[in-house]
Each structure stands twice: as structure tokens, then as C-alpha cells.
């Protein structure tokens, strides 16, 4: 049987993978998908720093809205550190990222080593940050990733029309005079968004799977953006409650992995299924 | 007399270093133009830069004697068709209705009327059996009519249209002429960037001939001169006017 606590947990996980799919399909069609994983990677700091900070300040260190409000704050900094270093045009994009995330990363595990020498956070679970354990979570902490995610797909759903338009044709879009800056950045928010809500469940390693794996699939079947974005929706719940399900069974399997291995299974047959229909 | 569809002044455009266009000066007449010029000319360039799609290092752009933000909705921009992903998720419909935005709200479903003009647009091209084809499964003649019927499904007085005889097939090349003087006589006037020195004599009304600056522009028969020609293409053998029509 799935206990009462057990089953929001499946909710919360499906819902973040159902934003995973819709944010993760504009931001794979705009080709900034692995701007992901740079911030899943520079939010490890600010979930360290936060956890001291709440620990120092005599908190519960094992509530979770101050970690996640760090992780969007590095989050944030590590895409300014991406802008700032790509300005110039000297250094690619790619390169830029691998810095970005690798510092950033590093930053993280050697506050994390010293935090845990600290009263008080040792027992927050820090290190589930990293792979992700969705067993971890509270009945509170499912629900609000799960609303964080419903938010997403709200914001994403109302600008449709104008986030299409952009990912299609940039040039075309400003010469109509539509925001791209402002559509532009409103899509950055939304990747945030998702990362650091996936973060706790998925962790910050592989949440970038969630938000490509079940868009790149949808993208292999759908002949059009909404049903693209409805199949990546489906895949993205699909592999985030498989995933959470099968790290609540088997508690040494890690969510996020999980949740990749689940997602690969769905791209492998949206693979397949695409090549057949092309023979 | 009216103000001219396109008025720069001083334009010039650097990428970097390199400079693309220099000191432009140049009055658009009304009517079809076509923009010349080897490759590397700028002919791109100025089309991005007056629709500040780049940014300019000086000069003074204005269509109909308007700033480039009032006069928006009088302009349409048909870019190269190799700018985008043809694989991209849409239907031939979906890719012509994007036309369509900044005249509706955008939350929402696009309304009826509006999906109808751009099933019109896609008609006007000879395409109304592909609208629901996705773009990717298009030849590349249908791809550049779909661009076409986006900017027709703009509405505008001035279209600025980056090579969409580029390529492309007999039926598509004939298709967008017929378009192109269509839209002549209905009073709107087309600035077209232009390789194929042979269709101009027949079907354009004006020339701006670039090399990284203006050669020369005006009236077909009085600036698309051999020497004009020779001076841009820098003499290139076979690509004067008379072989060329030849």
C-alpha cells in the first residue's frame, strides 16, 4: 500500500515533472536547455550557506524554504557569472558553463564539508541535495515544490503565443517589436524556477535530465509545440513520480537517478517509435 | 509629397573591427527595389540594422519620416530562410500566424479572425493545401513561401525581405514575383536584398547597388550600369547586365 505521506510525495514529483517538461521544451527550443545544469550546480552553495545561516540564527535547519531561497540566490549569481563571462564574445558559451558550474560546484562541497562540523546542520541531509532523495521529504516540503512547479506551467501556458514565437524565429520577433529581453528573461526565471524546486527530489546533478530528457522525447514525436508540450508534460510526470516511487521502495537508489533511468527508458522508445515512423 | 518608405542617414555598421557598412546615405523610392551586391556587400546588414535587429555605430533610420518604434506596424520582415530550424514543432498555419501577435492579446488561443488571415496570407502564396503540414516536411520553395505569406499576413506598407528568391524553385520564384507586383500596385513598396542580376532589368523598379558602401541607386535603367556593376562585383567576369540577360 502507499502511505498517505508517500502518495503527496508521488503528486509533488509528478507535478515537477510535468513543469520539467513544459519549461524544459522553450528552453530546449530556444537552446539554453544546459543553462540547467549550470544552475543546479551553482545552487549547492546557497543551499549550504542558507542551512548555516538558518543554523546560526538558532532554526529548524531542516525547513525547506530558506535552503531553496539560497539555491535560487547562487542560482541567480551563477547566470550572472555566465552573462559576465560571455559578454566579451571571447569565451564560448560551453566553456563558460563548465566554469561556471564546476566553480560554483566546488564552492559547494567544501562548504558542505564544513558545515556538517557545525551543531546543527549536520542533521539537515545536505548531501540529498546532490542525487536527490524524494524518501527524505515532508507532506510540506512535496507541496511546495509541487506548487512552485503548478506555477511554472501557469506562467509558461499564458505566454505560449509570444515564447513560440521567440524560440522559432528570434529576429522576426524583434522586428515585430515583441519584449524579447523581457520574454527572454521570464524564461530564464522559469528554469530557475523548476531547478531549484526539483532540487530537493531529483537533485541538483541530474535535474537537468529532468528538464531535457522528456522534452527532447516529446520533441522526436510531436509534429506541433502543444503537443509537444503535453507529451513532455506526460513524460516529465511520468519520470518524476516512477523515479520518487522506486527511491521510496529502495531507499539506497537515489531519486534522481531514478528519475533519469526512467526518463531514458521513455526517450529510448520515443526514439525508436520516431525512426519506425520515418522507415 | 509624402515621406519616403525608408530614409537613412550616416548609417554605419561594424561587427567588431571589421566594418560592414560605411557612411550609407539613401532614400528608398517607392516601388520594388532590389538591393545588390557581392557577398559581404551588407545588404543583410542594412536590413538588420534599419529594423535594429543589429546595432548601428551611427546614422539615423526613418520609415515614412517616422522613428523605427511608431512605425513598427507598418513594416514587414521576411528574414533568410536559413535563419531558422525548419525541424522547429509547427504547422505551415502556426508559422504564418506568428504575423498575427502583435495585433492580439497573447494569452490565449489565437483568435478566429486572425487565423483566418493567415490562412488568407497562405492562400495568397498558393500554399492553403499545406497549412497544417509541419514546416520541416515543406520543400524549401514552399519554406520560402511561408515566410512570404508571414510577412504578407504583417499587413505592411514596407516589406524588407532577405533574399526570398534565394534557391528556390520555378513555380516558388514566379509565385513571389506575381506576389511582389501585387503588392506594388495595391501602393506598398518591397526593399528586397538580391543576387540574381539577371531578373532585375524585367521586374524591379529601383536599385541600390552596395560594396561595404552605396555605389550606386536609383531608377533601373539609369543606376544598374555596367560600370556601377563592375565597381561592386569588383569586375567579376559574366555578371554584368548585358551577359547576364543574355
Redesign the interface.
Known amino acids: 500500500m502507499i502511505g498517505h505521506n508517500t502518495l503527496v510525495v508521488l503528486l509533488g514529483c509528478a507535478a515537477l515533472g510535468v513543469a520539467a517538461g513544459v519549461v524544459g521544451s522553450f528552453a530546449l527550443l530556444r537552446g539554453r536547455a544546459l543553462l540547467a545544469d549550470a544552475i543546479g550546480h551553482a545552487a549547492l552553495p546557497g543551499v549550504v550557506l542558507a542551512a548555516m545561516v538558518v543554523a546560526l540564527l538558532g532554526g529548524q535547519s531542516r525547513e525547506l524554504a530558506p535552503l531553496l531561497l539560497g539555491a535560487a540566490v547562487t542560482g541567480v549569481l551563477g547566470l550572472l557569472a555566465l552573462r559576465r563571462l560571455t559578454a566579451s564574445g571571447r569565451i564560448r558559451p560551453d566553456a563558460a558553463i563548465a566554469v561556471v558550474l564546476s566553480s560554483f560546484y566546488a564552492l559547494g562541497t567544501v562548504g558542505l564539508s564544513i558545515a556538517q562540523t557545525l551543531p546543527g546542520v549536520a542533521q539537515a541531509g545536505l548531501s540529498s541535495f546532490i542525487l536527490g532523495q524524494a524518501a527524505t521529504l515532508t507532506e510540506s516540503d512535496a507541496l511546495l515544490a509541487g506548487s512552485l512547479a503548478l506555477g511554472c506551467v501557469a506562467v509558461t501556458a499564458a505566454l505560449f503565443q509570444p515564447l513560440r514565437a521567440l524560440c522559432f524565429d528570434e529576429s522576426f520577433a524583434r522586428a515585430q517589436g515583441l519584449p524579447v529581453r523581457a520574454l527572454d528573461l521570464t524564461l530564464l526565471g522559469l528554469l530557475l524556477a523548476v531547478c531549484v524546486a526539483g532540487l530537493p527530489a531529483v537533485g541538483l546533478i541530474l535535474v537537468v535530465a529532468l528538464l531535457v530528457v522528456p522534452a527532447a522525447s516529446a520533441r522526436l514525436l510531436a509534429a506541433r509545440l502543444p503537443g509537444m508540450l503535453a507529451l513532455a508534460a506526460l513524460f516529465g510526470a511520468l519520470a518524476g513520480a516512477g523515479g520518487a516511487l522506486v527511491s521510496t521502495r529502495f531507499a539506497s537508489i537515489p531519486t534522481g537517478a531514478a528519475v533519469v533511468l526512467g526518463g531514458l527508458v521513455i526517450f529510448s522508445g520515443a526514439l525508436g517509435l520516431s525512426r519506425l515512423r520515418r522507415a | 509629397m509624402s515621406a519616403p518608405p525608408l530614409d537613412i542617414t550616416g548609417l554605419t555598421v561594424r561587427y567588431g573591427e571589421r566594418p560592414a557598412l560605411t557612411g550609407v546615405n539613401w532614400t528608398a523610392a517607392p516601388g520594388l527595389t532590389a538591393i545588390l551586391g557581392p557577398n559581404g556587400a551588407g545588404k543583410s546588414t542594412l536590413l538588420?540594422a534599419a529594423?535594429?535587429?543589429i546595432p548601428a555605430d551611427e546614422g539615423q533610420v526613418r520609415f515614412f519620416g517616422l522613428p523605427l518604434?511608431q512605425a513598427?506596424p507598418r513594416?514587414a520582415?521576411l528574414?533568410q530562410r536559413a535563419?531558422?530550424?525548419w525541424d522547429?514543432?509547427?504547422?505551415a498555419l502556426?508559422?504564418v500566424a506568428?504575423?498575427r501577435?502583435?495585433r492580439?492579446r497573447?494569452?490565449g488561443r489565437?483568435p478566429r479572425a486572425e487565423r483566418e488571415a493567415a490562412r488568407a496570407a497562405l492562400a495568397a502564396v498558393g500554399m492553403a493545401d499545406f497549412a497544417d503540414r509541419?514546416i520541416g516536411r515543406l520543400s524549401g520553395g514552399q519554406q520560402q513561401r511561408v515566410f512570404l505569406a508571414?510577412a504578407l499576413a504583417?499587413e505592411a506598407d514596407l516589406f524588407l525581405m532577405d533574399e526570398p528568391l534565394a534557391a528556390v524553385d520555378v513555380v516558388t520564384e514566379q509565385t513571389i514575383l506575381a506576389v511582389l507586383h501585387g503588392l506594388v500596385r495595391a501602393g506598398k513598396s518591397v526593399l528586397m536584398v538580391h543576387h540574381d542580376l539577371s531578373l532585375v532589368q524585367a521586374h524591379f523598379d529601383q536599385v541600390l547597388i552596395l560594396a561595404g558602401r552605396v555605389v550606386a541607386s536609383g531608377p533601373v535603367a539609369e543606376a544598374f550600369t555596367e560600370p556601377a556593376i563592375a565597381r561592386a562585383f569588383g569586375g567579376l567576369p559574366g555578371r554584368t547586365p548585358t551577359e547576364a540577360a543574355a
Do not use: I, N
Not at chain 2, 88 to 91: E, G, T, V
Open positions: 538588420k529594423l535594429g535587429l518604434e513598427r513594416l520582415y528574414p535563419s531558422v530550424d522547429f514543432p509547427a504547422s502556426d508559422v506568428m504575423a501577435l502583435p492580439t497573447w494569452f489565437l509541419q508571414r504583417q
